[in-house]
């Protein structure tokens, strides 16, 4: 589960291989090309200290002590199904994004 929440998080944090960057390469390039220069400065910083955050709960997840001993339950194989296939769908749309792209493309025209 904390790998699962660990690429999450970088998803959101927008590393390259994630979904999250495709959402973000967007809006920066949406930006861009609208001549707002202070708003792709603004998306900078915030995504800066967003990370931060983000980078918080991995090193908290990975490289501290627990506080307390706590008894490890299994994983139910309902939540661990989910969240692989959650998890493989973040990493598909982040190394295929013409798929889904042009997945989408087509779904919006047929809807006319």
């Known amino acids: 589960m904390a790998a699962c929440l660990s690429l999450f998080l970088l998803s959101l944090l927008g590393l390259p291989i994630t979904a999250g960057f495709l959402g973000k390469f967007y809006v920066f390039n949406a930006a861009l090309e609208s001549n707002l220069i202070w708003l792709a400065i603004l ?64 779904a919006a025209l047929s809807i006319r």
Do not use: Q
């Not at 910083?45 to 955050?53: A, E, M, P, R």
């Not at 918080?56 to 309902?78: C, D, G, K, L, N």
């Not at 493989?88 to 792209?101: D, E, K, N, Q, S």
């Open 43 to 106: 998306l900078a910083l915030n995504s800066v200290i967003g990370s931060y955050y983000y980078l918080r709960v991995i090193v908290a997840m990975y490289m501290r002590e627990p506080a307390a001993e706590i008894a490890a339950e299994p994983v139910p194989w309902t939540l661990a199904i989910v969240l692989w296939i959650a998890a493989a769908g973040t990493v598909f749309a982040g190394l295929f994004p013409a798929r889904i792209i042009d997945f989408a493309a087509k």
